[in-house]
T-cell receptor, first 112, second 115 residues
Framework: SQQGEEDPQALSIQEGENATMNCSYK?????LQWYRQNSGRGLVHLIL?????REKHSGRLRVTLDTSKKSSSLLITASRAADTASYFC????????????FGKGITLSVRP | SAVISQKPSRDICQRGTSLTIQCQVD?????MFWYRQQPGQSLTLIAT?????????ESGFVIDKFPISRPNLTFSTLTVSNMSPEDSSIYLC????????????FGPGTRLTVL
């Protein structure tokens, strides 16, 4: 079963605005990762945050992790039309033989 | 990261036939994975492709339907056998580069349509 649940399911914003996407999960994790997918193509790895980290930055991306609430957020600042894509969170569960479990994804549309 | 290629990028197949998808990586990797993404859905792990041994399949996926080969550390194939329209999906391979963190990098995907 899917562990991550993103919200909102779809988000439409104007270019230049910030986009915030949330992910909740159910079990203990080693880390949480965010991926981007453009038009049904392959996934691009954006950022990984470990369970002992609370915040991480990469360029215009800011990810937070709250393990007490089992949730993460991805903030894209100063959005661009090229950020239009689907965004997925994926959790790497604690324990042996771990595997990534993907959420349902968020469709982000950035209007020029 | 790694450069990952998949062949074919897309195909349209007839019901009852089989299609083999290739995944090539530009460096040796221990872990390779195959995923399915049905239309408008998220990714579901089909199996982990192990070099030198049989693949490890997830619940709901069987070797007879999705045979996998992993002859070396840079290459793997996934075959979708006896296809039906329900097999229409994007099939993605991924590699794990930082095993400790299970950080995966994906190929461009193969878009399969079964008529």
């Amino acid at each position: 079963s899917q562990q991550g649940e993103e919200d909102p399911q779809a988000l439409s914003i104007q270019e230049g605005e910030n986009a915030t996407m949330n992910c909740s999960y159910k079990t203990s994790i080693n880390n949480l990762q965010w991926y981007r997918q453009n038009s049904g193509r392959g996934l691009v790895h954006l950022i990984l945050i470990r369970s002992n980290e609370r915040e991480k930055h990469s360029g215009r991306l800011r990810v937070t992790l709250d393990t007490s609430k089992k949730s993460s957020s991805l903030l894209i600042t100063a959005s661009r039309a090229a950020d239009t894509a689907s965004y997925f969170c994926a959790t790497d569960a604690s324990g042996a033989n771990s595997k990534l479990t993907f959420g349902k994804g968020i469709t982000l549309s950035v209007r020029p | 990261s790694a450069v990952i290629s998949q062949k074919p990028s897309r195909d349209i197949c007839q019901r009852g036939t089989s299609l083999t998808i290739q995944c090539q990586v530009d460096s040796q990797v221990t872990m390779m994975f195959w995923y399915r993404q049905q239309p408008g859905q998220s990714l579901t792990l089909i199996a982990t492709a192990n070099q030198g041994s049989e693949a490890t399949y997830e619940s709901g996926f069987v070797i007879d339907k999705f045979p996998i080969s992993r002859p070396n550390l840079t290459f793997s194939t996934l075959t979708v056998s006896n296809m039906s329209p329900e097999d229409s999906s994007i099939y993605l391979c991924s590699v794990g580069l930082r095993v400790r963190y299970n950080e995966q990098f994906f190929g461009p995907g193969t878009r399969l349509t079964v008529l």
